[in-house]
């Protein structure tokens, strides 16, 4: 695998369930990211990990609950989501934040919450 | 507030060429970045600008006028294949991205 996975690329929860999203970067990086993007608004950041610290947390829900066991990998951790977070939610890493560096997105995950 | 804009939708022929302007309004700055992302797709790089001027890279083209809060992609030669959408991002002060909501670009044949 190279590059940034995410899985599942598509899921369905309701309302209830609890679920997690897994990104793997096999870049070497030590940053990575958690963005949502709905259809016709810009991306939201949702949350930063720098070298496995939490550095970022744009007033996110504690329904969303992020992990970071090590710099190549991220969970997203969900619970009784609601309807208004159905979106594409996007993985990124790159070689550090708080700086220039780029940032390489996986495919992201379809969520869908009834 | 820090605020991003570029327009929703453009419509280009193929062969022909195409600008995709983004206007921005941020707390500092540290560069402008550009992506392609197609439809179901991650979004992929494009193009990084923190000085004044044109960049080119092949059949893609990207300006920046720190002064106007101003930047272009310009896009040559359009293929089928540049169908997608295309992300305006900005570097603030903290070194955080704001985005644009992205041009959806339909190339006809």
């Known amino acids: 695998e190279t590059g940034v996975t995410q899985t599942p690329r598509h899921l369905v929860m309701g309302m209830t369930n609890k679920k997690s999203l897994k990104c793997e970067q096999h870049?070497?990086?030590?940053?990575m990211y958690w963005y949502k993007q709905s259809a016709k608004k810009p991306l939201e950041l949702m949350f930063v990990y720098n070298f496995k610290e939490q550095t970022e947390n744009n007033s996110v829900p504690s329904r969303f609950s992020p992990e970071c066991p090590n710099s190549s990998h991220l969970f997203l951790h969900l619970h009784t989501l609601q309807p208004e977070d159905s979106a594409l939610y996007l993985c990124?890493?790159?070689?550090?934040?708080?700086?220039?560096?780029?940032?390489?997105f996986g495919p992201g995950t379809r969520l869908t919450v009834l | 507030g820090q605020n991003i804009d570029q327009p929703t939708e453009m419509t280009a022929t193929e062969g022909a060429i195409v600008q995709i302007n983004c206007t921005y309004q941020t707390s500092g700055f540290n560069g402008l970045f550009w992506y392609q992302q197609h439809a179901g797709e991650a979004p992929t790089f494009l193009s990084y600008?923190?000085l004044d001027g044109l960049e080119e890279k092949g059949r893609f083209s990207s300006f920046l006028s720190r002064s106007k809060g101003y930047s272009y992609l310009l896009l040559k030669e359009l293929q089928m294949k540049d169908s997608a959408s295309y992300l305006c991002a900005v570097m603030d002060s903290n070194y955080q991205l704001i985005w644009g909501a992205g041009t959806k670009l339909i190339i006809k044949p």
């Open positions: 990124a890493s790159s070689q550090e934040a708080g700086s220039y560096n780029e940032q390489f």
């Open positions: 870049l070497g990086h030590n940053a």
């Open positions: 600008n923190v």
